[in-house]
């Protein structure tokens, strides 16, 4: 015990007061108690009595004597076997012969019994055995067996087996020994015994009542002499009797006496000569009963030598006592006589009786005569059952011996068996059983304050010194609390011994003459106790709990060590045996007291622990200093605080103290303010050293820290002394660049690694949609996870820092899935334009002049021929899967990251309005819509264009889709360019040829400068190519956003536009096929077929022309429709479900588009050449329109859509050709009337719009600004006629939610806002329309200039056009 704890303990000794003042009942009881100090010999001497007359009066051993009965006559045996069968089993009648198959049965049952399986009793004897063996080899021979079988007659097997049973008995004796023939009738007899069993086995007690009578009889004539057939002992019968064991005098049968011998260390031959010494003289029957008169008589004298009123608190509860020990007193004395009756006087002239009453006066001779008589007549009387079961008491008040002059002068005490001070007497023998016993206690035994012989002694002796059952009690737990404060007990004996005097033990039949025996200190009433005994037990109450608090307290001092001692025990006893005792009272300022006392010794055993750590953990060079010291101090202070706090968790709290909570307010304080200084430490150095710390062993310091701070805030009010996350965050940002560095090669290595092949188990297994995907985009994902769980792993407890960390893991997200998405792209760019078998033919067959010809007429002509499907690689669509299944998963990790949660932390902490600042990077997303009469380059009149947008480093920033044949070509396709600054972009259009250098068509420029889009809003652009015709740019921009929504949304897009230009990509190679099916050839053969009848219609004057039937116009896309079934077999086979309805559904937009061109040109502010279609023509184009909605959809008998679901396939486009049909015929003044209307409504709205974005100082500018700033470039041409609407951004595709969300707001929008943009594509086709085209035209021209005017003046208002105001993020501030 260190010295502060050893001065905390005297403190508690001196402060701990053992017993309160005494108050009148205990000075009282003191002032009378008389003290006598009891020696050994004394002690040894009076339990050597008591357990000796125990001896005496016992029950009387009785035991059983055997007494032979006498000899039967000898036996005698049959002498004429022959005769007597013949008399009793004869032959000649039918009803006695055996029934057929009984032979058999019969050998069956004498192999049982050869075998020892027989279950009848007696046929397991070894003689027997060797008989029947004997008579079953006869009885087995073939001539006896067929003699049997036709006789069927008993008299030959019981002779057969006779004769065998006297050869078996025979052997071995000699010829004058006669006894062996006795077993020869024995033997035949169980042999008929054994056919009347299997007779009656077999059910002929019916069928044969005589033979088993005859059976029956014979078998009683061969048992005549011997009844028993299987047991002969040859020994003769007799009686048993009872007879009384008289008293040998010797330790050796005196259990008691030797158990006295045993406590008191003397041996058997050291008490045998005490005995035999006094047995005689002093140590008698009538000594005892001469005690127990005397006592009798103190007793109603109220003398000394027994308990008398004073002894008691309550004259109550001494009458009590006193009525309840006189029928205790008569018991014992009757316990004498029987013993010993001769102690009684007889008297022939008085009758029994049990009910009389003591005599008053003590003196009467005639009322002792009369006692004597009676108890003498009681124990004479023959029909007693038992002395003990007498119902009535027998008063022996009167009853006297003839040495009565000591009794009769009642001065001093004088007993033989009866000590002077009992109650001294008694606990000093406990003491000396209760060493005895711990000394020689077994460890098998169930834990106990005495043994059952240190207990029964100590119960003997309560009985014939008259201690009541409370001072009994009392003395033993005062036994047991003197050895406790002596530490010679421990807390465990010190609970038994309360046990043992506060639960009642079991009853028995015959409980020992002692008052309240059956009762327990917790049931007897504290009132009937002597003021002895309750001043006794107040005072051991008192003793214990000093005893018990020194002892928790020196306990508690090593609770902090790695196997501290249990306080259990020592808390039990005192809340369940002190506290709770009436008798003991604590005072409030005493628990106080204690509770200050133990605090502080805790607080100091905690400081010491705590220094150990820290001298252990910690080196003492600084320069040796690392994180894993630290993370090993906190480790050991965290693992004792958990121990600590399981340990108490159910009782946290120990006398007012709460270990747990001192610990932690002692040690943390201490750690919290070592850990920061030895992590600025080791970081300091580190930073000298030019060294990196370990981010692994940084992490493990903060899980460490935590850890402690969660306990930390649990248990204390005050904050943690440092900011972990603050400290610690460098750490976490080092691990994201290294992630970041990672990634970048990792996707490069997991796209290189993979064969891109579908994840079968086979050539015949049919791949689910879960299998089609290949492994690089499984693992990149399989990264993205990893990475993000590693910071969710460390459960950082900083949200802000968290948001952070999610923003920068997003930003490497976008640009793997970036970085994936393009070389993906360009290896499947370079698959699909890879020249198929077919293709490679023709390229040869193109080499020579003649071949080239040759394939521009088989392309003439192609229309005519069947079509074979595209080839396309099973790599390629695995490409396909693999982007599809990305954006799946980039929801999932979008919704695990909780992105919009992030987004809203940082957008609070940041603030609404941030200092303003240029963004450092924008994008601009060029979407390249159309081109507008280009230049033929093809000897057919047409061209197949595709667009090449490079930079002004000449570098190739996208290439379009290839559309076959036109000259007014729509490709829209987008690109995302990311700037620093302003950049010159260059478009240049190429003709596609199949073989030999493709043409060039014509170029045009377009500068890409972040002011101009500074207010964030689309632009389109006509732009002029050099050569003839123009395009149709659509531009908007956005600033490049540290914000993790911007990320997810990047590579949504990156995801999303790859996905559309592989679509793209498939659809180009069977778009050809879809124009030549829906073209003017293909409608005019059509309708051409008929011309024939047509003509001979108009020369016999017929007045309608040949209608074309619906199956015509079926069959005339009847080879589309083989082409599309026979591309959608191959694609199927590796295509996932979603992959292909997004290839049918751009597919079905190439349908909509070419049925489209039919119907009306493009959007233009010139008049066009295209030819408007009859009534005849436009049916049939709305047959087929109707005809390939149902082949996309694909429905089956059903009712269940297999294909393209119905909303995906009417889409805007859909509803506008649906509408069209409304206005295709209509007069061109009613086309221009509604066409005003629709423009007033349309101006009326973005009027509306602009006045409430101005009250709400929102910006908005309309798409024709991008003229006012770039002078060199033509204005926004006839495409601005129409509603420009506002672009997709990054936000709008953060996940596939906002995604699907746009689309059906675009749906609709186009659904309830219908626009003049069909009716100005009809008027183009009207010669007399023109005027109104140009006026319109100037008419959106002003619109857009007043727009600008007011969009200056509020941005010039809210910031200054100079100023370059950009919000956080790159969003103008509002």
């Known amino acids: 015990m260190s010295s502060a704890s050893r001065k905390s303990f005297q403190q508690l000794h001196r402060r701990l007061d053992s017993v309160q003042n005494s108050d009148k009942r205990r000075s009282r009881a003191v002032s009378s108690a008389r003290q006598l100090a009891v020696s050994h010999d004394d002690a040894y001497t009076y339990a050597l009595r008591v357990a000796y007359l125990h001896y005496l009066l016992q029950p009387k051993t009785k035991r059983k004597q055997w007494v032979p009965a006498p000899k039967p006559p000898p036996r005698t045996h049959t002498s004429n076997i022959g005769d007597l069968v013949k008399e009793f089993v004869p032959g000649n009648s039918s009803s006695v012969k055996l029934p057929h198959g009984f032979r058999s049965h019969l050998e069956k049952r004498i192999e049982r019994v050869i075998m020892g399986a027989e279950k009848l009793p007696g046929y397991n004897d070894a003689a027997v055995k060797k008989t029947f063996a004997q008579a079953y080899t006869a009885f087995t021979e073939q001539g006896f067996r067929k003699n049997v079988d036709k006789e069927r007659k008993v008299e030959p097997l019981v002779l057969i087996f006779y004769s065998a049973a006297t050869k078996a008995c025979s052997l071995g004796h000699e010829r004058s ?101 006094q047995r005689q003289q002093n140590w008698t029957e009538e000594a005892a009963l001469r005690d127990l008169k005397a006592y009798q008589h103190r007793l109603n004298s109220n003398a000394s030598g027994a308990l008398r009123s004073q002894d008691f608190d309550v004259d109550e509860a001494y009458q009590e006592w006193k009525r309840a020990e006189a029928p205790f007193l008569s018991q014992m004395m009757l316990e004498i006589l029987t013993a010993r009756p001769e102690l009684a006087r007889r008297s022939t002239t008085v009758s029994m009786s049990f009910d009389k009453a003591l005599p008053a006066s003590p003196s009467s001779a005639h009322a002792e005569d009369k006692v004597y008589s009676d108890l003498g007549r009681t124990l004479s009387n023959p029909d007693r059952s038992s002395m003990y079961g007498i119902d009535n008491v027998l008063n022996l008040g009167s009853m006297s011996l003839e040495d009565t002059s000591s009794i009769r002068t009642i001065d001093e005490a004088n007993y033989t068996f009866i000590p002077p001070e009992p109650r001294e007497f008694l606990k000093v023998i406990a003491k000396y059983a209760v060493e005895f016993d711990a000394m020689h206690s077994d460890e098998g035994e169930q834990p106990s304050l005495f043994s059952k012989q240190s207990m029964d002694l100590l119960t003997e002796l309560c009985v014939w010194w008259r201690i009541p059952q409370f001072t009994r009690l009392v003395v033993f737990l005062e036994v047991a609390a003197r050895r406790f404060t002596d530490t010679l007990f421990t807390v465990v004996d010190l609970d038994n011994a309360f046990d043992l005097v506060k639960i009642p033990s079991p009853e028995i039949k015959k409980p020992p003459h002692i008052y309240l025996f059956n009762e327990s200190l917790a049931t007897i009433d504290r009132s009937k106790w002597t003021i002895t005994d309750y001043v006794v037990y107040q005072q051991t109450l008192y003793t214990l709990n000093d005893a018990l608090l020194r002892d928790l307290y020196d306990t508690l001092m090593h609770c902090y060590e790695p196997k501290p001692p249990t306080i259990g025990p020592t808390v039990h006893v005192l809340t369940t045996h002190i506290f709770s005792d009436p008798s003991f009272s604590r005072k409030e300022e005493d628990a106080q007291e204690f509770a200050r006392l133990l605090e502080s010794g805790l607080q100091e055993q905690a400081a010491l622990v705590y220094r150990g750590f820290l001298d252990a953990k910690v080196p003492q060079s600084q320069q040796d200093w690392n994180f894993s010291h630290v993370v090993e101090l906190g480790k050991s202070v965290v693992k004792l605080c958990e121990r600590t706090q399981k340990r108490y968790k159910r009782n946290p709290e120990v006398m007012g103290v709460n270990p747990f909570s001192v610990l932690v307010e002692t040690m943390f304080p201490n750690f919290e303010d070592d850990a920061h200084e030895l992590i600025r430490k080791i970081m300091q150095v580190a930073q000298e050293r030019g060294e990196e710390l370990p981010l692994q062993d940084g992490f493990d310091l903060y899980k460490e820290l935590v850890e402690i701070r969660r306990i930390h805030r649990s248990s204390l009010g005050r904050p943690f002394t440092f900011d972990v996350e603050e400290l610690l965050v ?32 086979g050539p015949g297994h049919i791949s689910l949609d879960s299998e089609r995907h290949s492994h690089s985009v499984i693992d990149m994902f399989q990264l993205f996870h990893q990475t993000a769980d590693q910071i969710f792993q460390l459960e950082w407890d900083n949200d802000v820092h968290h948001a952070r960390f999610m923003t920068a ?41 003649q071949g080239r010809f040759m394939q521009y007429a088989k392309d003439a002509w192609n229309t005519k021929e069947k079509i074979e499907p595209f080839q396309f690689y099973p790599e390629s669509l695995v490409k396909l899967n693999n982007i599809e299944w990305a954006m799946q998963e980039l929801d999932k990790l979008e919704k695990s990251m909780n992105v919009d949660a992030c987004a809203d932390i940082l957008e609070k902490v940041d603030g609404p309005r941030r200092p303003i600042r240029r963004p450092n990077k924008y994008v601009f997303t060029i979407k390249i819509v159309e081109a507008e009469d280009i230049k033929a380059c093809d000897p057919n009149g047409t061209s197949d264009p595709y667009v090449v947008l490079v930079d002004e480093y000449q570098k190739r920033l996208h290439k379009t889709r290839i559309v076959m044949r036109t000259l007014n070509p729509r490709w829209d396709e987008s690109v995302d360019v990311t700037v620093s600054g302003p950049l010159n972009v260059v478009a240049t259009i190429w003709d596609y040829d199949t073989f030999g250098d493709h043409d060039f068509v014509g170029r045009t420029s377009l500068k890409l400068d972040p002011i101009h889009f500074s207010d964030y809003l689309p632009r389109e652009f006509w732009l002029d190519l050099d050569t003839q015709g123009r395009i149709l740019l659509r531009v908007s921009m956005e600033g490049e956003r540290d914000d993790i929504q911007f990320y997810f949304g990047k590579a949504f897009r990156h995801l999303k536009r790859t996905e559309r230009d592989m679509v793209r990509k498939i659809t180009d190679k069977l778009s050809r096929h879809i124009n030549a099916s829906l073209s003017y050839e293909a409608l005019r053969n059509l309708l051409g077929r008929n011309l024939a009848s047509q003509v001979n219609s108009f020369f016999k004057r017929s007045s309608t022309l040949p209608q074309i039937t619906d199956a015509e116009i079926e069959n005339a896309l009847q080879s589309l429709f083989t082409y599309f079934n026979e591309n959608f077999a191959i694609m199927k086979e590796t295509l996932t479900e979603a992959t292909m309805v997004a290839v049918m559904t751009r597919l079905w937009k190439e349908v909509l588009m070419a049925i489209e061109a039919l119907l ?114 033509a204005g926004p041409a006839f495409a601005s006629m129409g509603t420009i609407r506002r672009g997709k951004s990054i936000m709008m595709s953060r996940n596939l939610g906002t995604m699907r969300r746009a689309k059906e707001e675009k749906r609709k929008e186009a659904q309830a806002d219908p626009s003049d943009d069909m009716i100005l594509r009809i008027l183009r086709m009207r010669p007399e329309a023109a005027g109104y085209l140009k006026e319109r035209h100037r008419q959106k021209e002003r619109m857009a200039a007043a727009a600008a005017a007011a969009m200056i003046v509020k941005q010039s208002v809210s910031q200054g056009w100079n100023s370059g105001g950009f919000g956080r993020g790159g969003i103008p501030r509002r």
């Open 1160 to 1273: 009306v040109p493009p959007l233009s502010e010139k008049p066009s050449n295209q030819r408007p279609l009859n009534q005849r023509e436009l049916d049939v184009v709305y047959k087929w329109l109707q005809l390939l909605f149902d082949f996309f959809n694909a429905r089956d008998e059903d009712g269940e859509v297999l294909g393209v679901p119905a909303e995906v396939l009417k889409s805007p486009k859909y509803h506008e050709l649906a509408s069209l049909n409304f206005f295709y015929f209509d007069s061109t003044e009613n086309l221009i009337r509604t066409s005003e209307r629709m423009a007033a409504a349309t101006a009326q709205r973005q009027q509306q719009q602009l006045q409430g974005q101005m009250s709400s100082n929102r910006l908005s500018a309309p798409a024709s600004l991008g003229s006012s700033l770039s002078s060199h470039h």
């Open 809 to 849: 893991l997003s930003k490497i997200f976008a640009n793997s899935i970036a970085r994936y998405c393009e070389v993906v792209d360009q290896r499947f760019v370079k698959e699909m334009d890879t020249p198929r078998p077919n293709e490679k033919e023709a390229a040869a067959a193109a080499q020579t002049t």
């Open 177 to 277: 020994d006669d006894s062996w023939k006795l077993l020869v009738d024995r033997h035949v007899a169980l042999f008929v015994r054994l056919l009347t069993n299997i007779l009656r086995d077999q059910g002929h007690e019916r069928d044969k009542p005589e033979l088993l009578s005859r059976l029956n009889t014979l078998e009683n004539k061969l048992l005549t002499n011997d009844q028993n057939l299987f047991i002969d002992t040859g020994q003769s019968s007799g009686n048993t009797i009872e007879v009384v064991v008289p008293l040998s005098y010797d330790v050796k049968d005196m259990p008691m006496v030797q158990a006295v011998a045993r406590i008191f260390g003397l041996s058997h031959s050291d008490v045998q000569s005490h005995i035999d010494a």
């Open 730 to 761: 460098d750490f976490v940002w080092r691990w994201i660049q290294n992630a970041e560095a990672r990634a970048e090669v990792f996707v490069e290595e997991a796209i290189k690694q993979d064969q891109f092949q579908v994840r079968g188990h």
